[in-house]
């Protein structure tokens, strides 16, 4: 029998996605000050790039079973606690659940963890990961012929591994149009910015030049990442996709944004204060 | 059992049973790292072609493409040269296939020293010390090509990840045709008569035949000897293995593969830690070294990992009185 798709069961506007973005923001900082752990500044730059997949772009059910459901991988694991409280907010994890972040044998480890998790693909945390299982998934659909799409959420640090390099030359070689890689483009990683580090630029250039077709957004602008993704499904053949997302790292409070510091830094006192209070 | 004088390649046997499985509706999908023809997986890839998937040389992708696939509803294999397969793509089996409990089966083709004059980059001594680290792993070696297919088709039974050390090239038939692997047992191989026996071979793979010369030629000379295969390396039933031994006066352990990590180490832990004492002779490469390259016949001769080989350094042993006194007196 065919299986309608499933759409997505939230389906918010730009408006609904803000807010919401701010929600997941706020329990950011809570879960994180609460339990003393978490990459913030990570954790932050990603939440509305993840807020606008599970509650616009992502279509799949609830029970997360279904065979034509989108698949999402969180290559960029340390963001697992912006992961965790988007999940939260779409009542895919149990919200008791944030207290637990990285507690002994929590299901809320500081990587996430499939066997605790249904929402988790594969187990990240090591980088240049995400974007090889991405490309597997994305074939296997093609080989099955079904519908659902693949999306990757990868740092731009983790750009400096190898492997997504060898991803990104068999996702062109494959045709693979039903995979769309997302690049969280904060230009921070943990010891300083990417350019001094191992510089990443020409980056549209790079992605280009293995064949995909790369959009580019403002990754903490719904209405633009909503512009970037509805374009590509209208119109992705062939090619396998980039969108990079142009961040800021701690996005939505002042004293965390752009400042490597924070990278994973636990917000304390006052500064939890200030954090929320910025995010009212 | 005497063993069949018909040789067959193991290759063969994966690629046949492969192809059973697939035509008995298994969604089997292969991924190759520019090693189609190492895999000489003909008979699967002429009748499934889309299911023969090359990634061009990038190992890591191999894997990190075998789970997504996994994750998409086939039961995957992955299919090339064992030591690049484990050296390069470490972390890709560690979290993408065995933390992940990927339903990924790697074949290790050309384990050991197989690509002889190759020398080290293409030598692999310690797949199974390195995999052994590994939670969620299944860890075989099949010892002859009838082996090899029964554990390709036991493999294709459960939802998870495996590592079969493959090998290439004709190898002689230890199995009958209705042969069954048996999982987590010690695989009886030869007994030189039905009393105790004093020495007692383990051997791990195709290096079988040598073990099999060495247990024959002891027993020529008068002492009785048995013979098990290990093709089961985890999961391992300790009793199973350790009521094998019982009242025996020697263990000899064969592997082409280090003596650090492998077969030898895993049963004298496991004789250790039952507290028996029984003195362990372990055949291998030693521990710290890269082996010298040369034709695969030269290496084991050099190394002591041939049959004749093997009884002469015992009966050195024996008569510089190494072993223990059980042994000696």
Same mark, same amino acid.
């Given at each position: 029998m065919q299986y309608p798709i499933p759409p997505n069961p939230f389906q918010y506007t730009a408006d609904q996605l803000a807010a919401a973005a701010k929600r997941v923001r706020r329990n950011i900082i809570l879960m994180n000050s609460t339990t003393g752990a978490g990459h913030t500044g990570a954790d932050l730059s990603e939440a509305d790039i993840l807020v606008t997949l599970y509650f616009s772009v992502l279509r799949y059910d609830r029970a997360l079973d279904h065979p034509f459901r989108d698949r999402f991988i969180l290559s960029k694991g340390h963001g697992a606690g912006g992961f965790y409280c988007t999940l939260s907010e779409a009542a895919l994890i149990p919200k008791e659940l944030l207290s637990t972040y990285q507690a002994f044998d929590s299901s809320l480890q500081g990587h996430p963890v499939k066997q605790k998790i249904k929402a988790v693909e594969i187990n990240t945390g090591a980088l240049g990961h995400g974007f090889p299982v991405a490309v597997g998934l994305a074939l296997a659909a093609k080989m099955n012929r079904r519908p659902g799409r693949i999306f990757v959420l990868l740092g731009d640090g983790e750009l400096q591994e190898g492997s997504n390099w060898e991803a990104a030359m068999s996702a062109s070689r494959f045709g693979l149009d039903n995979l769309m890689v997302v690049v969280? !483009?904060?230009?921070?990683?943990l010891a300083d910015r990417t350019e001094h580090i191992m510089g990443l630029e020409p980056l549209q250039a790079k992605f280009e030049a293995f064949g995909f077709r790369v959009y580019t957004a403002d990754g903490n602008d719904i209405t633009s990442l909503l512009q970037c993704l509805d374009t590509w499904e209208a119109t992705r053949k062939d090619q396998p996709s980039v969108l990079l997302a142009s961040t800021v790292k701690g996005k939505g409070v002042s004293f965390m944004?752009?400042? +490597? *510091?924070? =990278? =994973?830094r636990i917000p304390k006192g006052v500064e939890v204060e200030q954090a929320l209070k910025e995010l009212e | 059992m005497e063993v069949s004088v018909e040789t067959y390649d193991l290759r063969e046997a994966v690629d046949q049973a492969l192809l059973e499985c697939a035509e008995a509706g298994k969604a089997v999908a292969v991924v190759v790292a520019d090693s189609t023809s190492t895999a000489a997986l003909k008979g699967f890839s002429e009748r499934f +072609?889309? !299911?023969?998937i090359n990634v061009g040389i990038a190992e890591q992708n191999m894997v990190g493409i075998a789970a997504g696939l996994s994750l998409g509803g086939f039961t995957v294999f992955t299919a090339n040269a064992a030591p690049f397969l484990l050296s390069r793509s470490y972390e890709q089996v560690k979290n993408d296939l065995c933390y992940s409990h990927s339903n990924v089966k790697m074949l290790g083709l050309n384990a050991g020293v197989a690509y002889g004059p190759l020398g080290s980059t293409h030598h692999i001594l310690d797949d199974i010390s390195m995999l052994r680290g590994l939670g969620n792993l299944q860890i075989f070696a099949p010892s002859d090509a009838r082996e090899a297919a029964e554990l390709v088709r036991y493999v294709c039974s459960f939802d998870g990840p495996a590592y079969i050390r493959m090998d290439k090239g004709p190898y002689p038939l230890f199995h009958s045709p209705d042969y069954r692997f048996k999982v987590g047992k010690p695989d009886p191989i030869?007994?030189? *008569? +039905?009393?105790?026996?004093?020495v007692v071979f383990f051997s791990l793979g195709t290096i079988l035949e040598e073990a099999y010369s060495a247990a024959r030629i002891l027993s020529e000379k008068g002492i009785i000897t048995a013979l098990y295969s290990l093709p089961s390396i985890r999961p391992l039933q300790h009793a199973d293995l350790l009521e094998k031994i019982a009242g025996t006066r020697l263990i000899v352990t064969v592997e082409e &593969?280090?003596? &650090? %990590? %492998?077969l030898g180490a895993l049963i004298s832990g496991l004789i250790h830690e039952a507290g028996m004492s029984i003195p362990v002779f372990k055949v291998g490469f030693p521990e710290g070294i890269f082996v010298k390259a040369g034709p695969r016949a030269e290496i084991r001769d050099f190394y002591g990992l041939t049959g004749p080989r093997i009884v002469e350094v015992l009966e050195e042993r024996w008569k510089e009185g190494e072993m223990n006194d059980r042994w000696n007196r």
């Open positions: 969280d !483009r904060n230009k921070l990683q944004e752009d400042n +490597p *510091a924070w =990278h =994973h | +072609p889309e !299911r023969l030869y007994r030189s *008569a +039905p009393s105790t026996p004093e &593969h280090s003596v &650090h %990590g %492998g």
